[in-house]
């Protein structure tokens, strides 16, 4: 039933006029007790919001008729359960999974009539819990408020990432490569938040009643006093029970998490590796336009801001007389700060952009005070709210971390497995604050809904100052390398022995050979492609966005995407038609760093890669491209070199790999 159903899916989406129709049943259905377990609405929220962010659809059309079929679907749902009640337990599927039913019920106990907004969000439960509140005589006024609100936030949740990802795409037709991956960045950054955050509070109660198993066999074995200490965390009258364990499994996976990146530092491989290609991938997208968003939202973790948030938490930690969870809090931002700074002098291990800050590294001081900061903060506020609003917060909060590592990276000011060690170490100082604070405090805090709103005006106060002071500019960018220049004959002799025989990826591990050396400027290069019928790249449109979810098309009407070779994206893509329709040939080239020529004649050495790729129909709804290894990178090189002519310096092997030598100079 999926397959027929995205089948028909995808072949709706080639008419835009009917993608609302679409939209509302997708909404709907997915709703509907039973059946929505078998139809994916959220693709349908996807491609929706991504026909709208090409400017196909209206937004306000989509998002209107998403919540009015997601309201029904509930509606339905509802009015089932309340209409057949005892009845539903014979009927089909729930007479022979009775599970399914029952963990509806124990979600439904536990949260009440919050269950309605969060059961839209967690898929076996979606058109279950409805069904329940009918069941259990909810009152219809009360699950319909709930049942909008759940919708209101419910569409926007699926339909504004395809909006973004339409545009973005649709953009970099007109811009470049380089808008995509910024805007993929930090639309994968709140995606990635929220999942986790979702994930974690979803998965809470299993893996702390495993653990308290676990526990308490170790308790009852070991009488001493840390068998007490135990027995105390699995008192089931302590109301924090299950947050002690979970804060208590932070502590030891943060660790071994940063003791592991530790041992990686200390051994140069292989995430060092991973460092560099991501640093280098980094500064090859970078663009003004990204600068000033990036350079934006480091301020969530600049001094002032940290400052601000730090002095707003302590009196209201001093208001509610908790002294020593202020002394503890304080405590561990500076000893942590001490611990890093030690190990930081320790290891002397410098930032990839000596512009950005002459310190050492790792771990990364600016993560883990930014980790600190708003760990603590959100462990204060999920204390002191409900789940929906604690969820919310730990999002905000795991995603200032993600966005502010991601911007140091951006800018150089450290290495990615800097701050990985700083968030790991910083984490475990933030779970120990947290586990001591509800030791001694063991009774649930007063309920504080208003606070959130309160910490979110001291962090807008302190960017707004900031951003009136000026202190928002991008820092400097590092002059790129100059092109070593060299002459034809060295180039010929020994250089291109330097040159990599393989692609790396972002790990350092061996891809595709590259079976040409070319040199050319880049005009030159299309100017010569285009005369033997390669194509360069394809046309963004609506059309070619929904081609990647055809049922039917040619393997040139596919995006031809660039490609890494240790993190930087191939600048020339070319591509031209196989023998069948399902088939192509692709042409990557990448800059080698080089230039052949003297002076102001000399001229760009790239290396390039050809493949023949193959339209995989079993990868269908996606249309996805491989690499066909039944015909040699070899074979198709040297087919492509006979193709060109003239040009053709020499013919080397490196490694094995046959390597050609072009040169088509400029006049």
Not at 70 to 87: E, P, V
Not at 497 to 508: A, V, W
């Amino acid at each position: 039933m999926e397959q027929a159903y995205l089948h028909l899916l995808h072949l709706l989406a080639g008419h835009p006029e009917w993608m609302l129709t679409v939209v509302f049943f997708a909404a709907f259905l997915e709703s509907v007790a039973v059946i929505g377990t078998f139809v994916p609405g959220s693709t349908a929220m996807f491609l929706a919001g991504a026909l709208t962010g090409t400017g196909s659809l209206s937004l306000g059309w989509v998002l209107a008729w998403a919540i009015a079929g997601a309201i029904a679907g509930d509606g339905l749902s509802f009015w089932l359960g309340s209409r057949y009640k005892n009845r539903i337990v014979k009927l089909w599927p729930f007479s022979r999974h009775p599970e399914v039913l029952e963990a509806g019920y124990r979600f439904f106990g536990k949260h009440g009539a919050k269950s309605v907004v969060l059961a839209r969000f967690v898929g076996p439960l979606r058109a279950i819990v409805p069904v329940v509140a009918g069941m259990l005589g909810m009152s219809p006024v009360r699950f319909y408020a709930m049942n909008v609100l759940s919708a209101l936030l419910w569409a926007p949740a699926h339909i504004l990432p395809g909006v973004v990802f339409g545009a973005s795409v649709l953009l970099a037709g007109a811009v470049s490569f380089r808008l995509v991956v910024i805007l993929a960045l930090l639309v994968g950054s709140v995606w990635l938040s929220y999942r986790a955050a979702a994930f974690l509070l979803s998965h809470a109660n299993a893996w702390s009643n495993a653990a308290g198993r676990h526990l308490g066999s170790w308790a009852c074995r070991h009488p001493g006093p840390l068998g007490r200490v135990a027995r105390k965390m699995l008192d089931p009258q302590a109301p924090d029970a299950t947050s002690v364990l979970l804060a208590s499994l932070v502590v030891l996976v943060c660790a071994a998490l940063f003791f592991g990146v530790l041992h990686q530092v200390i051994a140069g491989d292989p995430l060092t590796h991973v460092d560099e290609s991501v640093y280098r991938f980094m500064q090859s997208v970078r663009t003004p336009w990204g600068d000033a968003v990036l350079a934006g939202l480091a301020t969530l973790g600049a001094s002032a801001t940290l400052a601000a948030l730090i002095v707003a938490v302590t009196l209201w930690m001093l208001l509610e007389r908790r002294w020593r969870t202020v002394g503890y809090w304080l405590a561990a931002v500076v000893f942590s700060q001490m611990l890093i700074f030690a190990l930081q002098f320790a290891m002397q291990r410098a930032a990839p952009n000596g512009l950005m800050t002459s310190t050492y590294a790792f771990p990364s001081n600016h993560v883990a005070a930014t980790v600190i900061v708003y760990g603590f903060l959100a462990f204060l506020l999920a204390r002191r709210v409900g789940m929906l609003e604690g969820l919310l917060v730990v999002t905000a909060s795991t995603l200032v971390v993600i966005v502010v590592a991601l911007a140091g990276v951006y800018f150089g000011r450290y290495w990615m497995s800097d701050a990985i060690g700083g968030a790991a170490l910083s984490y475990v100082w933030v779970a120990i604050v947290s586990l001591t604070a509800m030791l001694r405090h063991p009774q649930p805090p007063p309920t504080r809904r208003w606070m959130p709103a309160v910490a979110l005006v001291v962090l807008l106060a302190s960017i707004g100052l900031q951003s009136g002071l000026g202190m928002m500019a991008p820092p400097g960018t590092p002059a790129p390398l100059p092109l070593a220049r060299v002459t034809q004959q060295q180039w010929t002799l020994s250089v291109w022995k330097h040159l990599p025989c393989y692609r790396s990826d972002m790990g350092g591990d061996r891809k595709e050979p590259l079976t040409l050396q070319w040199v050319s400027d880049s005009d030159a290069i299309r100017r010569q492609l285009r005369g033997e019928g390669w194509l360069e790249g394809t046309d963004v449109s609506a059309h070619s966005l929904l081609s990647l979810a055809s049922p039917d098309v040619p393997a040139t009407a596919l995006p031809v995407l660039p490609k890494l070779n240790n993190g930087v994206p191939s600048s020339l893509v070319f591509m031209r038609p196989g023998d069948t329709r399902d088939e192509r040939d692709v042409l990557r080239f990448w800059p080698s760093g080089y230039a052949v020529g003297d002076g102001a004649a000399a001229v760009p050495l790239w290396v390039g890669a050809i493949a023949h790729e193959r339209l995989s129909h079993s990868s269908w709804p996606l249309n996805i491209l491989r690499v066909d290894k039944q015909v040699s990178p070899f074979d198709t090189g040297v087919k492509f070199v006979e193709g060109l002519g003239a040009g053709v310096v020499a013919t080397v092997s490196c490694h094995g790999v046959p390597v050609s030598l072009l040169a088509s100079m400029t006049e």
